[in-house]
């Protein structure tokens, strides 16, 4: 069965940082995309970093200089560094791997709690 088991998550203070990070039952190198979307109360699902099989990143606007997504193809797993933290980030962070090279398929993780209080 697959697993992607997020951890890191918690509560914050304003300004304050998170590390949030992904373990992967499967081997991340056969995926095209990982990276993270966040889901706020009420609100849908957004992307927020997504890192390529090639290295390259990209970052939501309200994210842009404040959090970093990594990866450690030796450990399977995706990593986000998140600083400056503001109130607005506050959501369930969820990781992701995109387009298997094998399956073609997407797997996502059950989610973890970022509450930043002001």
């Known amino acids: 069965q697959v697993q992607l088991v997020e951890s890191g998550g918690g509560l914050v203070q304003a300004g304050g940082s998170l590390r949030l990070s992904c373990a992967s039952s499967l081997r991340i190198f056969n995926f095209n995309v990982m990276g993270w979307y966040r889901q706020a109360p009420g609100k849908q699902r957004e992307w927020v970093a997504l890192?390529?099989?090639?290295?390259?990143?990209n970052y939501a606007d309200s994210v842009k200089g404040r959090f970093t997504v990594s990866r450690d193809d030796a450990k399977n797993t995706v990593n986000l560094q998140m600083n400056s933290l503001k109130p607005e980030d506050t959501a369930v962070y969820f990781c992701?791997?995109?387009?298997?090279?094998?399956?073609?398929?997407?797997?996502w993780g059950q989610g973890t709690q970022v509450t930043v209080s002001s």
């Open positions: 890192i390529a099989s090639d290295g390259s990143t």
């Open positions: 992701t791997l995109q387009r298997s090279k094998v399956t073609g398929r997407d797997y």
